[in-house]
């Protein structure tokens, strides 16, 4: 069955860089979702979006962006990068009733 | 809001014994649960899912969970544990019914399987 797919699966960023993650949902799943994980810590919500609006928000920094295309793909854009940042950035995608969420295999950053 | 307490940071058990991780929530609706296991370097895969359904839910590889409202607990469980379960586990709680979309993690539990 088709997964969530995320690429590139790792980046090296220098500080004050720009990167930009690319989130390719389930088909037919609607809804895409964001979260990051620092090193040995637990997943924490960014941000999410249904039918290409966004529907909620967590803890994203304003340095951070994302939006969804026609296509229910997803980017998420993160500006100024800091040595913080580095993490595993996970999409996950639902479908309509968004009850279950299915996560990509993640796209590990690091920011030197 | 919701917020989910898994009791044990680190679990050891022997190759061939039962599994127990242990996970409480609380939450303003009735929240859908799930425990997700993450391999070393890997994803998030989901194991089982409660969704106001049956309180005894079964997953994959063996494991199952058991909704308990009145301890408001959702522990995982597994007959007899392989080497191939060893990885970290994420009991998680969902108010997209409340209308928030994001999933809430635990702090995660590592288990250990020795041979």
């Known amino acids: 069955a088709a997964g969530v797919i995320q690429s590139p699966r790792h980046l090296i960023k220098e500080k004050r860089e720009t990167a930009t993650l690319k989130c390719y949902p389930i088909p037919r799943h609607d809804t895409v979702y964001w979260y990051q994980q620092g090193p040995g810590q637990d997943p924490q919500f960014l941000i999410s979006f249904y039918e290409k609006m966004q529907s909620d928000k967590g803890s994203i920094p304003d340095r951070f962006s994302a939006q969804q295309f026609s296509d229910y793909h997803s980017e998420l854009n993160m500006s100024s990068l800091e040595l913080g940042d580095s993490a595993l950035y996970f999409c996950a995608s639902s479908p309509v009733g968004r009850e279950t969420q299915y996560f990509g295999p993640g796209t590990r950053l690091l920011v030197l | 809001a919701q917020s989910v307490t898994q009791l044990d940071s680190h679990v050891s058990v022997s190759e061939g014994t039962p599994v127990l991780l242990r996970c409480n929530y609380s939450?303003?609706?009735?929240?859908?649960l799930f425990w997700y296991v993450q391999h070393p370097n890997k994803g998030l895969q989901l194991l089982l899912k409660y969704t106001s359904a049956a309180t005894l839910v079964k997953g994959i590889n063996g494991f199952e969970a058991e909704f308990k409202k009145s301890e408001t607990s959702f522990h995982l469980t597994k007959p007899s544990a392989h080497m191939s379960d060893a990885a970290e586990y994420f009991c998680v709680v969902s108010e997209a019914r409340g209308g928030a979309d994001g999933l809430t993690f635990g702090k995660g539990t590592h288990l250990i399987i020795q041979p």
């Open positions: 939450s303003s609706y009735s929240p859908s």
